[in-house]
């Protein structure tokens, strides 16, 4: 079977969480230093505050993406807000593919976590990001600290991108990583990047950022992840002290055997942790 058992339970009750009545699936048009950026609330029945998770998609998603959607329902489920967002240059967010860098991402999630914090409902927030928003989650964490972010939780955190920006490869694509083009398209013209994303990639503080979070941190990964290879995951386990790691055993980058798992997990920790 593609799912299991429980990602199948675990659906039904997520789809039964977006559409009961009293639950609320609003968007937003958030204003940033960067730009406009298109944002979906998702807020669960509630009588009381409630946790707040901030969820940051990966390089060539958008938060309409399947896995961001699926983690939106599974913390409503669990009674958990959270709001999923297009970074700058992506999705219906403004700006170019082509500006898009690992730093202005950061500065697009601490936009997102400064109009959390002033909601009235909002108890505590978290941040969870997929792969190149799981470097962006981990560095916004260290920068912001535990007294801001309660708790991460990391998928796939894409630390590959600096090797691989270092050595001049970016998804297949070669380039002289010592004079980078103005411009790169990848993966057959969908993509662009600008010499800026580069650039910056090269020199991203990745682990020592990330060292600074005190606070509570999952990270998950899939063993049989062959664009981000797991063990970028498990040295996040052992850079961020009293993290927890899961290693997923047969899963890709995207969870596509059982992508409700992952957000399962993650659901049940924020939960755990959170309230």
Avoid at 34 to 59: D, E, S, W, Y
Avoid at 189 to 195: F, I, N
Wanted: aromatic residues 6%.
């Amino acid at each position: 079977m593609r799912k299991t058992l429980l990602s199948l339970l675990l659906a039904v009750a997520c789809t039964a969480c977006g559409q009961t009545k009293k639950a609320e699936v609003k968007p937003l048009v958030i204003n940033t230093p960067n730009g406009k950026i298109a944002a979906i609330l998702t807020t669960p029945a509630r009588t009381q505050q409630v946790p707040m998770v901030v969820l940051c998609h990966g390089f060539m998603n958008s938060k309409d993406g399947e896995l961001m959607h699926t983690l939106a329902d599974s913390l409503c489920a669990h009674g958990i807000a959270s709001i999923r967002f297009d970074f700058n240059g992506h999705g219906s967010s403004y700006g170019q593919q082509s500006e898009m860098t690992v730093p202005r991402e950061i500065e697009d999630a601490k936009a997102i976590v400064a109009h959390a914090a002033k909601l009235p409902f909002v108890s505590r927030i978290a941040i969870v990001g997929h792969s190149q928003g799981g470097v962006v989650t981990a560095m916004t964490a260290g920068q912001l600290g535990a007294d801001r972010i309660a708790a991460i939780a990391l998928l796939s955190p894409a630390v590959a991108l600096r090797d691989d920006a270092l050595r001049g490869n970016l998804f297949g694509t070669p380039y002289d990583a010592q004079n980078p083009p103005e411009t790169l398209t990848i993966m057959g013209g969908a993509y662009t990047v600008g010499r800026d994303y580069i650039r910056t990639a090269q020199d991203l503080p990745i682990y020592e950022t990330a060292r600074e979070y005190k606070g509570t941190a999952l990270i998950i990964h899939g063993k049989a992840d062959d664009i981000v290879p797991y063990t970028y995951g498990q040295r996040f386990h052992y850079v961020i002290d009293g993290s927890r790691f899961d290693l997923l055993e047969g899963e890709d980058h995207m969870y596509t055997h059982h992508e409700s798992l992952p957000a399962h997990l993650v659901a049940e920790f924020m939960e755990e942790v959170l309230k």
